[in-house]
């Protein structure tokens, strides 16, 4: 099978210029683990440089890196550069599908257009574009303009939709879809095992104090992006759970994004008259991990994500993990054990922090041992030959109805 993949950052990912973290590190390593399971697997991105255009020939993947022009970046409606035009126009690759991923992303349109003329299927990944709670202010005014002139054309000529929980179909039922559920399929995100240390070293890390009363270290990790991350709702559930009684320290860390965040974060601690919170500087590398071990549990109370890499570099560490089902991480960690599900409430989140402060050293250990068993789930490996059993079967399907 061959594959496509048009993701137009792709190039920031590690081991190719300009490499960051985040989401096309997902992409490469979905798209690597493809190439393992014996798909021709063939990458279709954008770059600024002009210099930087080609093919790029990584871990059996071939990445083709087309110029766009920074005037026209995020802007981008109509225009495909040339070189990738007559690919897809003819399908000179000769695809069998092609993975679009992001929502809400201006030059996916013109791409998706060129796939539907040249009657090339393609999957849908809109990642956690649809979520209700991204939908807010003057941001959600523009994206509600923008989907119905152009992302409900990607959507609703997608030969199908990777979604990562089940939770994101209805997303798109509150948006006024009215897609067949057999159109979308779940699947998770991974862990980079590369990057996780080994089971040596985690036990080299330092260890965890024995639950007692004042033992409670829950934590936050992340960028300071107090909305998107429910930090709101983070301390105003540390303000409820202290007047219960509970004991404990709270640690947020995380960069700074904006700038602003910590001030105003000080500013709501100072407000709600909280104790025993620190703010602190972000972390990396075995820093990270390192942090990931010390503490009791990470509380992620996102209002929208497609999945925290933290979340899921904290199950590979054994940290337990209280999450809402925006994470789209719910479902495993309740089958699991691995933590918590909390509602999107500063009261129910309040909840589950004092029922995991009341729990015993034993407990505690089963649900580490569950956090690592959910982790185990979260294998590129396995996902990616679902992946491609997905996209074989939709194929299969589409042709028998011709």
Not at 165 to 180: D, K, P, T, W
Not at 221 to 231: A, D, T
Not at 256 to 269: H, T, V
Request: net charge neutral; with cysteine; aromatic share 10%.
């Amino acid at each position: 099978m061959r594959i496509g993949y048009f993701y137009r950052d792709y190039r920031r990912h590690r081991g190719l210029p300009g490499g960051t973290e985040g989401q096309p590190t997902a992409t490469r390593n979905m798209a690597q683990a493809m190439a393992k399971h014996g798909a021709d697997v063939i990458v279709y991105c954008y770059t600024s440089n002009p210099h930087e255009q080609g093919v790029n020939e990584q871990d059996h993947i071939s990445v083709k890196s087309f110029y766009l022009p920074p005037s026209l970046q995020n802007i981008n409606f109509v225009h495909v550069p040339p070189g990738l035009k007559e690919i897809l126009s003819s399908n000179q690759d000769d695809l069998d599908a092609l993975i679009l991923t992001g929502g809400f992303i201006p030059e996916n349109y013109p791409v998706a257009r060129l796939l539907q003329k040249s009657k090339i299927p393609y999957v849908f990944e809109p990642l956690e574009a649809f979520n209700p709670y991204s939908y807010y202010g003057f941001k959600g005014l523009r994206k509600s303009i923008y989907e119905n002139l152009f992302e409900k054309n990607v959507v609703n000529n997608a030969a199908a939709i990777r979604i990562i929980s089940s939770v994101q179909e209805r997303h798109f039922q509150a948006r006024g879809y009215r897609l067949r559920s057999d159109k979308f399929f779940a699947m998770k995100d991974g862990v980079d095992f590369e990057d996780i240390p080994t089971a040596a070293e985690i036990q080299e890390l330092p260890a965890r104090e024995p639950a007692q009363e004042n033992s409670n270290v829950f934590g936050f990790l992340g960028r300071l992006v107090i909305y998107k991350k429910g930090l709101d709702i983070l301390l105003q559930a540390w303000s409820i759970y202290m007047r219960r009684g509970g004991a404990g320290v709270l640690k947020i860390v995380g960069p700074d994004p904006s700038g602003g965040s910590i001030a105003k974060l000080r500013s709501m601690s100072a407000g709600l008259d909280l104790k025993n919170v620190e703010i602190l500087p972000p972390l990396h590398g075995a820093g990270k991990f390192t942090y990931l071990r010390s503490i009791s549990i990470l509380v992620h109370p996102s209002r929208h994500e497609t999945i925290p890499r933290v979340l899921r570099e904290s199950l590979a560490v054994g940290c337990p993990v209280v999450v809402t089902e925006q994470t789209n991480l719910q479902d495993l960690v309740a089958e699991k054990g691995a933590g918590y599900v909390a509602d999107l409430d500063a009261d129910d989140l309040a909840e589950k922090m004092y029922m995991f402060s009341q729990t015993n050293e034993l407990q505690r250990q089963r649900m580490r041992a569950a956090a690592l068993e959910a982790a185990g789930e979260l294998d590129y490996n396995v996902i990616s030959n679902r992946y491609l059993r997905e996209i074989a079967a939709r194929l299969a399907k589409m042709t028998a109805e011709r």
